[in-house]
């Protein structure tokens, strides 16, 4: 376990390098009804190079006319995409099986899919849309026939129980640990009745079985929660199993708090919460409010994104350096882009780092680039009519060749039930 960390953050130079220096092409543009809508979440590929991902919205399903999708892009010999829907959400009476699903989803060894619904789930859930769920999609025996779908877990699920002690509204990516063990994150519920959960789901011969590792706002000062609250993301490992991970707000002494940094520590059984670091406000000078996951370097340096604050209040990027003895910070501009929601990608050689913004640029949200304390625009998107997409929020992935691909959220082909746009994925290369 780290003793001690200090906030470190890019300082901004120069915007750098001309916008469209970088090649953008559209993989897929969602149409809404039956395609999906509005793709939010990271996207995950396989070895071959198709690509996975969730949309909030769109699909088409007895129970639900739009609660979100699982789909695939099947990579062809020329180098189009085509899509399938692996799965359309509330196929079942009451949604039971989840609902608007936020986050994107993870592979096991097998080839099965994992993921997060934030509504849907069962009936003794006190919210009107169900608590959210974690489901598996387990690809079939034979090309061509439907995938699998199994749920493993519906939130909230002690009868009677209104705060959800065991979290609810799950908005976060899990991750596997070396043994098999699914991570994540609730926005909300936990034992201090808000606040949300870090969570593990560990496989038994009687199925999954929950055990929630920490709830926020367990340590409350005022009307503010010390230790962290409502975390968003999903979460990190070190190499020691040490957990990693961001809260949207809490942290601070004042009202609400911009949010914090904290590690989960296992020392006998007992998982222990350390705060890291604690953003004074939502809009302070060095960033607040924390939507985005961490990224962990060679080094053990910790990166993420706030999406407000900094010299602008459009939002920052951020480290955390165990060694540092300086405060730096990378502000955005609008120019240089606004309002991250996305942790970073960092690259192969942890020489730069990659990301997006949901607004800023042209006013549509850009891909960016940081290398060393320079900040350069990758592309800017144009929006809705164009084509090219329009408010990224999801993190970006890395093939081989060097290529990121990600998604937004709106732009894309206008439809009848998309006015700007149902979302697209997207390529963009060298």
Not at 32 to 61: C, E, H, M, Q
Not at 142 to 164: E, H, K, M, V
Not at 253 to 259: D, F, L, R, W
Not at 385 to 395: C, F, K, L
Request: glycine share 18%; aromatic share 10%.
């Amino acid at each position: 376990m780290r003793t001690r960390l200090l906030l470190t953050v890019m300082v901004l130079v120069s915007c750098g390098g001309a916008v469209g220096q970088a090649q953008e092409r559209v993989l897929y543009s969602f149409a809404g009804a039956s395609d999906g809508a509005s793709p939010i979440g990271k996207l995950v590929a396989d070895s071959t190079g198709n690509l996975y991902g969730t949309t909030s919205a769109g699909g088409s399903t007895p129970y639900c006319d739009g609660c979100g999708t699982v789909f695939e892009l099947s990579h062809n010999t020329d180098g189009t995409y085509t899509e399938s829907i692996l799965y359309g959400f509330c196929e079942q009476a009451s949604c039971t099986d989840g609902g608007t699903p936020q986050a994107g989803l993870v592979f096991d060894a097998a080839g099965n899919l994992y993921g997060t619904t934030l509504e849907g789930g069962g009936p003794q859930c006190n919210q009107g849309g169900g608590c959210g769920t974690v489901f598996e999609l387990s690809p079939p025996s034979r090309s061509g026939s439907p995938w699998s779908f199994t749920l493993l877990y519906q939130f909230c699920q002690l009868p009677g129980q209104q705060a959800c002690p065991d979290g609810s509204q799950p908005a976060s990516k899990l991750q596997f640990d070396s043994f098999g063990n699914l991570y994540g994150t609730t926005s909300r519920g936990g034992a201090n009745l808000v606040g949300g959960v870090v969570f593990e789901l560990s496989p038994s011969s009687n199925g999954w079985k929950e055990t929630v590792l920490y709830s926020f706002c367990s340590q409350k000062n005022g009307g503010n929660c010390a230790d962290g609250s409502v975390p968003m993301a999903g979460v990190a490992f070190d190499k020691s199993g040490n957990v990693y991970g961001t809260t949207e707000f809490g942290g601070s002494n004042q009202y609400i708090g911009g949010g914090v940094v904290y590690e989960l520590s296992n020392t006998k059984g007992a998982w222990k919460e350390s705060v890291l670091h604690a953003f004074a406000a939502q809009n302070g000078p060095k960033g607040g409010t924390l939507l985005g996951d961490v990224n962990l370097d060679a080094a053990g340096n910790l990166y993420s994104t706030a999406f407000q604050g900094g010299s602008a209040n459009l939002g920052v990027v951020f480290r955390l350096n165990d060694k540092g003895q300086n405060e730096r910070f990378f502000s955005f501009d609008g120019v240089s882009g606004a309002s991250p929601t996305a942790g970073v990608l960092i690259d192969r050689e942890g020489n730069a780092l990659y990301g997006t913004t949901s607004a800023g640029g042209g006013g549509n949200g850009t891909v960016y680039k940081v290398t060393g304390t320079r900040e350069s625009v990758i592309y800017s998107f144009n929006g809705a009519g164009v084509g090219d997409g329009s408010e990224p929020e999801g993190a970006l992935i890395l093939d081989q060749g060097g290529s990121l691909y990600g998604t937004t959220k709106a732009g894309g082909i206008v439809t009848s039930d998309c006015d700007t746009g149902c979302g697209t994925v997207f390529e963009i290369s060298k």
